[in-house]
């Protein structure tokens, strides 16, 4: 008889597992999250009131981060070391002092220290400005002085003719010393002296300012770097005798430098430590947010039960 090919497939082909070819593995067995939380699928006003705060958080966080990157951080340090080596050992000086009662054509400029240098009347980059109807001076001067302790004083030593009783009463706009540095978030002693007043003090008293100047150096983000000086300053008023009378009273600025050099650079927050931290910010919000969310559902739903299991 003949082989009926059509009967034979069939039966094969009903056979079960492991006879016939076995069905493709299921994507299930590889899902490790098969079953959602009741949680996360259930909406309840308590979680839409937590997702509201979490973006608020999540935005007053990235904001602030934003403020934060954006802005340049000061950050300062102490060296010994000459940080102007450039400079040929010279120091720039700004001063600018008025002596109401004392007549610009007596009005002179010294300087000194312990390099030997000995100048009396120092005119160069110097203005003096009569005020006060004539009868006084007002002395602006731009000069140099040497890394080496010396002092530079204001007095009648140049003059022509000495006066009899010279009025060293004075106020101080201004004494600095190298770069001026106009920046907000640097504090520090670049003008000490500014505003000094001693209208009121003897007018034929001698005036010392004792100044101990501190090298500084601000280094901004593209790396230029400029070089100030602060300074702190100790004053005294006194008049002075020796054996032949009274000694002429001058406005002494006695100085010496210190070895320690202030250094502030500007830096800003790395771009990759700025993404880092906002991933963070928003990871772990999300994170908090939902543990939260679960135990608060996890307790409503353990109170519903409870009172179930009561009315029942």
């Known amino acids: 008889a003949g082989i009926d090919h ?5 039966f094969f082909l009903s056979l ?32 839409a009131f ?36 450039d400079s040929g050992g010279k ?24 390099m030997g240098r000995h100048e009396v009347g120092h005119i160069d980059n110097s203005m003096k400005i009569s005020i006060n109807q004539g009868e006084g001076c007002r002395f602006e001067g731009k000069f140099t002085i040497n890394k080496v302790p010396g002092n530079f004083h204001v007095s009648t030593h140049s003059a022509t003719a000495q006066p009899q009783n010279p009025d060293m009463t ?11 540095l106009q920046v907000h978030n640097v504090k520090g002693a670049f003008n000490a002296l500014g505003g000094a007043d001693k209208l009121s003090s003897n007018p034929l008293a001698s005036h010392d300012y004792i100044l101990k100047i501190v090298p500084t150096v601000y280094e901004d983000l593209s790396g230029r770097q400029r070089f100030s000086y602060q300074y702190t300053v100790a004053n005294k008023e006194y008049v002075a005798y020796s054996h032949t009378g009274r000694i002429i ?16 650079t500007e830096r800003r927050q790395p771009f990759y430590r700025f993404i880092t931290t906002i991933c963070a910010i928003v990871g772990g919000t999300f994170t908090v947010a939902g543990i939260i969310d679960s135990c608060i559902f996890t307790a409503s739903e353990a109170w519903k039960k409870i009172q179930i299991g009561k009315m029942s």
């Not at 597992?17 to 699928?41: A, E, G, H, M, W």
């Not at 004075?170 to 770069?179: E, N, Q």
């Open 16 to 47: 079960p597992f492991p006879f016939c070819c076995p069905p493709p593995l299921s994507p299930l067995r590889f899902d490790i999250y098969r079953k959602v939380p009741k949680d996360l699928t259930q909406p309840t006003y308590t979680g």
């Open 91 to 114: 120091i720039d000086v700004s001063l600018n002092i008025s002596l109401p009662n004392l007549h610009c054509d007596l009005v002179g400029l010294d300087i000194q220290d312990e």
């Open 170 to 180: 004075h106020s101080i706009h201004k004494l600095a010393f190298g770069d001026t």
């Open 249 to 264: 009273p001058a406005i002494w600025f006695r100085y010496d430098l210190s070895p320690i050099t202030v250094k502030y």
């Open 50 to 85: 937590i997702s509201i705060l979490c973006c608020f958080f999540i935005l007053f966080l990235f904001l602030s981060e934003l403020t934060g990157f954006i802005a340049t951080e000061i950050v300062n340090e102490l060296y010994v070391d000459d940080p102007d080596k």
């Open 6 to 10: 059509v009967r034979i497939a069939s």
